[in-house]
């Protein structure tokens, strides 16, 4: 399978009065396909490894960091570099899709034009595929509501359809049920999990429920602290 991410010596440093964090991936392969846990504590990184991954946060230093989503691939490290920030948006709409922790839905838009967003944003036309998402994500009699009038799952549900509308080649997701109840929690993981395999998709979540990590096969990052050389504290994801 090919790859869809090959990173070596990535680094995130974030400085404060208090001291320094530095967010470590000496290597991560991803193959297409893969279903990815990173797994860690609240505040440990999961987060600002998501918004890396996703190309809407610029490392610090990266010796490699490839992106080859489905044809063709692109040096994000390079691209970076030269401060190409139109084409790396082109690349997160086309090929990315990102469930936000908090679902991140327009509040003064129905549910079925929060999910047709990603498609509209790329010129395409919607068609049956809100439909089609909405029944099997069991949200079908819900989609003319706002936000505001779904309950938490509901919500959570269309943040997933909305991630997976454009049938993009990666999804990313940030603890996507740690506000729902664990019966909630639990049913929606399933339909999530579904679709992916469903449409084919890589799949990297940040979690610190280990159990669904075991539950549904996930491969495991884990994440380890320790001090550099500096003084620097340090947050390292390994396999």
Not at 54 to 60: F, K, M, Y
Not at 192 to 209: C, E, K, R
Request: hydrophobic share 40%; charged share 25%.
């Amino acid at each position: 399978m090919p790859a869809v991410y090959r990173i070596r010596d990535l680094d995130k440093t974030h400085r404060s009065e208090g001291g320094a964090f530095r967010l470590r991936v000496p290597l991560l392969n991803v193959e297409a396909g893969e279903k990815i846990a990173l797994v860690g504590p609240s505040g440990c990184g999961k987060s600002t490894l998501l918004d890396i991954l996703a190309l809407v946060l610029r490392p610090s230093a990266a010796e490699r960091f490839d992106f080859r989503p489905r044809s063709g691939g692109i040096d994000i490290a390079g691209t970076w570099e030269i401060d190409q920030q139109n084409h790396l948006s082109e690349m997160r709409s086309r090929h990315i899709g990102y469930v936000l922790q908090t679902g991140g839905l327009l509040p003064y838009i129905s549910a079925a034009d929060n999910i047709a967003l990603s498609l509209r944003l790329l010129g395409l036309d919607p068609g049956a595929r809100v439909a089609q998402l909405g029944s099997e994500l069991g949200i079908g009699d819900q989609l003319r509501k706002l936000p505001g009038m779904l309950s938490a799952g509901q919500r959570q549900r269309v943040a997933i359809a909305r991630a997976l509308a454009h049938k993009p080649a990666i999804v990313l997701a940030d603890e996507p049920t740690s506000s729902l109840d664990p019966v909630t929690a639990r049913k929606v993981m399933e339909m999530f999990m579904s679709l992916v395999d469903d449409n084919g998709v890589t799949l990297i979540l940040a979690t610190h429920d280990w159990p669904a990590v075991e539950r549904f096969g996930l491969r495991a990052l884990h994440f380890e602290t320790g001090q550099a050389d500096d003084g620097t504290v340090e947050g390292v994801f390994r396999d």
